[in-house]
């Protein structure tokens, strides 16, 4: 079993839609967990990030995270044309030092909203 | 705009050339990285430094060569290359090990 598991789509939605991107992993020392968007010839773009558990929401954003289960979520409300790009979940172990700290990614998820 | 700036954008070299990869972040972070990504797949993680030391070094060959000259900067050096090195190589940034990173936009790089 990989230690962080998404599912790579692509996944194709109407502007205006919900969507929800998810990431389950397993190792439960992961105290960070991240959303980056990633538009074609750029570099990933830190979206949103949660220490520990809960939920942050942030405008038409919000990532929840279950560690009981293990998965995380992203949420996009009012989709638009302009959302379309990869989406990866990371995860670290913050340890300060050390591998524990490395980012760990998943496979990345391709979005595309149609007008 | 990104605050992790990477110079080049585009690169095209030989594989008997030497260059060299820029990144500078001043957003006071002691933490930076150099990943290589691949179309389609996530980024791998190089070299790690933190507080301008070398943290972490996954395996990278040694035509890769990492230097951090001060807390702002960090270089990597690109010796003998060969075509399945050509990527998009990312540097980013964290205020510290572990905690989420910022990323560049990358230098492209292809070895002819």
């Known amino acids: 079993q990989k230690e962080v598991e998404q599912d790579p789509g692509p996944l194709s939605v109407p502007e205006g839609a919900i969507v929800s991107l998810n990431c389950t992993y397993s190792n439960s020392a992961f105290q960070y967990f991240m959303w980056y968007r990633q538009y074609s010839r750029k570099g990933p773009e830190l979206l949103m990030y949660?220490?520990?558990?809960g939920n942050k929401e942030d405008g038409r954003f919000t990532a929840q995270v279950d560690k009981s289960s293990k998965y995380i979520s992203l949420f996009i409300r009012d989709s638009q044309p302009s959302d379309s790009a990869t989406y990866l979940c990371a995860m670290s172990g913050y340890i300060y030092g050390g591998s524990q700290g490395n980012l760990i990614f998943g496979k990345g998820t391709k979005l595309s909203v149609k007008p | 705009d990104t605050e992790v700036t990477q110079t080049p954008k585009h690169l095209v070299m030989g594989m008997t050339n030497k260059k060299s990869l820029k990144c500078e972040q001043h957003m006071g972070h002691r933490a930076m990285y150099w990943y290589k990504q691949k179309a389609k797949k996530p980024p791998e993680l190089m070299f790690v430094y933190s507080y301008e030391k070398l943290s972490i070094n996954e395996s990278v060959p040694s035509r890769f060569s990492p230097e951090c000259p001060n807390s702002s900067l960090l270089n990597l050096h690109l010796h003998a290359l060969q075509p399945e090195d050509s990527a998009l190589y990312l540097c980013?940034?964290?205020?510290?090990?572990?905690?989420?990173?910022?990323f560049g936009d990358g230098t492209r790089l292809s070895i002819l």
């Open positions: 980013a940034s964290s205020r510290i090990q572990g905690q989420p990173q910022h």
């Open positions: 949660t220490y520990s558990s």
